[in-house]
C-alpha cells in the first residue's frame, strides 16, 4: 500500500536552501576564494610561525593546547571557509573552498551534476564547492595541488584540530630529517 502523503503545513521557509546555510556565510566564503592568493601566502607563514611553537607545545603537551587552539580554529576557519572541523585540512589543495561543505562532503570533485550556471544540483542557489576549488586554484601559486587525489575523510579525526597536527607532523618530519643528516655526517 502506497505510504500516505505528509500534509501540507503553514510554514514554508523562505529565503533559505534546503541545508538552510545562510547568504552571508557563502558570500564570505566566495570572497575566501577570490583571494586564495593571499590565503596561500599568509597560510605558509603561519604553518612555520606555527611550526617555531612545537618546543613550546610539546612542553605545555598538545593534548592540553587542543582545547584553546580549536577554539580558535573552529571561528576563524569557520568564519572565513565555512569549516566543517574535519580535522584533515586540503584548503590549499582546494583553492581554499572547503569540499566539506558540498552537500556530498566530495573530497574529489566536482561529482557529474554541477548545473549550467556553475551551481550545485543539490543546492540549487550555492555554488559549486568544486568549480569554486578550481577558480581558487588557478589564482594560487601552488594551484596544480588540486590535481592530487584526496584519500576519503578519516572521520576518526573530525572535531580535531588539524593545525595541530600538521605542525606535530612536520616537526617529526624536520626532525627525522636532521637524525638523517647527522647519521649521514657521522659516517
Ligand atoms: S577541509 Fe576540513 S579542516 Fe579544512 S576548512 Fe574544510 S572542514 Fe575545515
Known sequence: MPKPKAPATAYNPAG???SRRRRNKIAIRLWSVRNARF???FYTHFANAFLGLHPLLKRIGYQRAEAPVKFVERNVKG???DCRMCG???LSSTGMSCPMNC????????CGGVRANGNCEVEPDMPCVWVQAFQGSERMKGGDRIMTVQKPVDQSWRETSSWL????EDAAKREAARQAQGSEAAR
Do not use: D, H, I, M
Open 165 to 168: 597536527r600538521v605542525t606535530a
Open 88 to 90: 584533515q585540512c586540503v
Open 39 to 41: 590565503f596561500e601566502w
Open 103 to 110: 552537500p556530498k562532503q566530495l573530497r574529489n570533485g566536482p
Open 16 to 18: 533559505v536552501s534546503p
Open 79 to 81: 568564519f572565513l571557509f
